[in-house]
C-alpha cells in the first residue's frame, strides 16, 4: 500500500511541474498579427522573450479653422511660374481669379502676367501636351476663339495647366515637356486687350469651364529680397449654412500686432459662381507677419488677427450672419 501511494504521489508532482507554453509579445506591424503564439514544447524550457516596447502612434491633429481663428498648412505649391524673371511672373491684381473686374467683365478663370509680345513662356511643371493650336474648333470654354493660341498640359492627379493668347506656339499635341521648358511666347490672339498670359489651372474634366482653381493657391510663392518665400492666405466667407458670402475685405500687415500697419491689401471675394472649391478670395505672395482681417456683413464688422508664415498657406473661416 505505501509503495502504490508513493507511486500516485511522484505522478501528482510530475504533472504540476510541466512548462507551460509562453507567449512571444505581439510586435506592432502594418500586418494583422495573432492574439499570441506559443513556443512549441521542447525537451528543455525556452529561453525567456525578449522585452518589446511598443511604438505608440500619436495621430496627427488637423487644425480646424471653423474652430480656430486660423490654420497654417502646407498648402498645394506645386507649379513653376510659367513667366521667368526678367519678365514680370507677378500676377495681375486688378483683374484675379474670380473677379468681374467690378462688374465690367465675365468672371475670371485665372490670373494674368502683363508682358510684352514675345516673352517667353514655360511649363510650369512635368506632363504631356493634350493641345497645342487654336481654340476656334476645340472649346475650353462656352466661346470659340476666346483663347486664341493655346497651349494645354496634363499633370498629375488629375490637374491641367493652360496658356493662352500666345503668339507662337513651340509644342505640339502627346510631346511630354519638363518643368521649365519653353511652350510659347506672349501675345494678343483670341479675346485679349494687350499683350499677357492668360493662365489657369484645371482639375478634372478640362474642358469643363468650371473645372478652374485659382493659381495663386497652386503657383510655388515668390521670394522676397532675402531669398525667401512669401506667404499666401485663403479666406472663407460662409453663413450658417455653409453658403459662401460675397463681401470686400482688407488686411493689414504689421511685423507683429503691437507694431503699425506696414501695408493694406485690398481683396473682393469671388463671383458666386466661381467659389465651387474650399474657398472664395485668396491673397498670394504676402510678406510673413501679423495681419488684422476686417470684412463688414450685414452691418456687422467681423475683425481677426492671423498670422503669415514663409512658404505656407493661412486659412481662414469666417462665419457671418
Known amino acids: 500500500m505505501n509503495r502504490i501511494l508513493n507511486l500516485l504521489l511522484f505522478f501528482l508532482l510530475v504533472s504540476c511541474t510541466q512548462i507551460a507554453p509562453t507567449e512571444i509579445p505581439v510586435v506592432p506591424n502594418t500586418e494583422p498579427a495573432p492574439t499570441s503564439t506559443p513556443f512549441p514544447r521542447t525537451s528543455s524550457p525556452p529561453t525567456a522573450a525578449p522585452t518589446v516596447t511598443p511604438t505608440v502612434l500619436i495621430p496627427e491633429i488637423t487644425c480646424d479653422p471653423f474652430s480656430e481663428d486660423f490654420c497654417i498648412t502646407d498648402g498645394h505649391f506645386i507649379f513653376q511660374r510659367p513667366i521667368h524673371p526678367s519678365g514680370n511672373d507677378s500676377a495681375d491684381t486688378t483683374y484675379g481669379y474670380g473677379s468681374t473686374a467690378n462688374g465690367t467683365r465675365e468672371p475670371h478663370h485665372g490670373v494674368e502676367f502683363l508682358n510684352r509680345f514675345g516673352t517667353l513662356v514655360y511649363a510650369a511643371a512635368d506632363g504631356v501636351v493634350i493641345f497645342a493650336g ?19 498640359i496634363k499633370h498629375d492627379d488629375g490637374l491641367h495647366t493652360l496658356y493662352a493668347h500666345l503668339s507662337r506656339i513651340d509644342v505640339r499635341a502627346a510631346q511630354d515637356v519638363r518643368a521649365g521648358d519653353k511652350v510659347g511666347e506672349v501675345g494678343q490672339t483670341g479675346v485679349a486687350t494687350g499683350s499677357h498670359l492668360h493662365f489657369e489651372v484645371r482639375r478634372g474634366d478640362v474642358y ?10 497652386w503657383l510655388l510663392p515668390k521670394n522676397d529680397k532675402s531669398g525667401l518665400p512669401l506667404g499666401a492666405l485663403m ?13 470686400d475685405f482688407t488686411a493689414s500687415y504689421h511685423l507683429d500686432p503691437t507694431q503699425p500697419i506696414l501695408r493694406m491689401y485690398y481683396g473682393i471675394a469671388y463671383a458666386s459662381e466661381m467659389a465651387t472649391g474650399e474657398e472664395n478670395a485668396a491673397l498670394a505672395d504676402l510678406a510673413p507677419g501679423a495681419y488684422r482681417l476686417a470684412l463688414k456683413y450685414n452691418g456687422q464688422i467681423y475683425e481677426r488677427w492671423v498670422e503669415v508664415e514663409s512658404g505656407r498657406l493661412t486659412q481662414v473661416v469666417f462665419v457671418v450672419k
Open 134 to 152: 487654336s481654340d476656334d474648333q476645340t472649346l475650353f470654354s462656352p466661346w470659340p476663339n476666346f483663347y486664341g493660341d493655346l497651349v494645354v
Open 208 to 217: 469643363d469651364y468650371s473645372a478652374a482653381l485659382n493659381p495663386e493657391l
Open 235 to 247: 479666406l472663407s466667407v460662409i453663413d450658417a449654412d455653409h453658403h459662401f458670402q460675397f463681401v
